[in-house]
């Protein structure tokens, strides 16, 4: 028998070192995810609601989900504070969300896609001189490239005093020209 099998029935206690150690023990293991609760079947309409994100209020997708012909409007508002709050709920609707941002951005950056694409094969295989041009002037305009930007640059050689000075000159001006 192994030195650590029990003899008997009376049981067996194995203190562990829940210390700091000397860096030598072997890794711990990491510890079992916690076991996600299902919704029931109002929460997850609740959540359904929520999802639809229609621009209604939390309370609304609760009353959409549960029954709340004997609730206050204040009750319903904490009930359904209180859910939206549910750790589950939580995670799922920040789930979907994350997972809406990245469709969108993957949409915007697909449409950018074609339409550089477009414009690369309008600047290379147009009919006409002026379409090649055009699409050259597009392509030189976006992002990254902004070869064609309008830049205003701003030269301060007056003081503050200056330009109040010429500001009021010029309301007096419009001033007596108009009373």
């Given at each position: 028998?192994?030195d650590d099998t ?8 194995t ?31 609740f ?15 609760y ?5 709340c ?12 504070s ?9 995670r ?11 469709s ?14 477009g ?9 006409s ?42 309301l ?8």
């Amino acid at each position: 028998m192994d030195d650590d099998t029990p003899t008997d029935d009376t049981p067996h206690l194995t203190v562990i070192d829940g210390g700091a150690g000397d860096g030598n023990e072997p890794e711990a293991k990491p510890k079992p995810k916690a076991k996600r609760r299902k919704l029931t079947s109002k929460q997850e309409a609740f959540l359904a609601a929520l999802i639809r994100d229609d621009g209604r209020s939390l309370s609304d997708c609760y009353r959409e989900a549960y029954d709340c012909e004997n609730m206050s409007a204040a009750a319903i508002h904490n009930e359904a504070s209180l859910l939206a709050g549910h750790r589950e709920v939580a995670r799922r609707l920040t789930l979907n969300r994350a997972s809406i941002e990245r469709s969108s951005q993957s949409s915007a950056l697909s449409r950018r896609r074609f339409v550089l694409e477009g414009l690369e094969r309008e600047a290379t295989d147009a009919a006409s001189d002026s379409a090649r041009v055009a699409a050259l002037v597009a392509l030189g305009k976006t992002q990254g490239v902004d070869l064609f930007t309008d830049r205003v640059e701003q030269v301060a050689d007056r003081t503050p005093d200056e330009v109040r000075a010429e500001l009021e000159q010029r309301l007096a001006a419009l001033l007596g020209r108009t009373g």
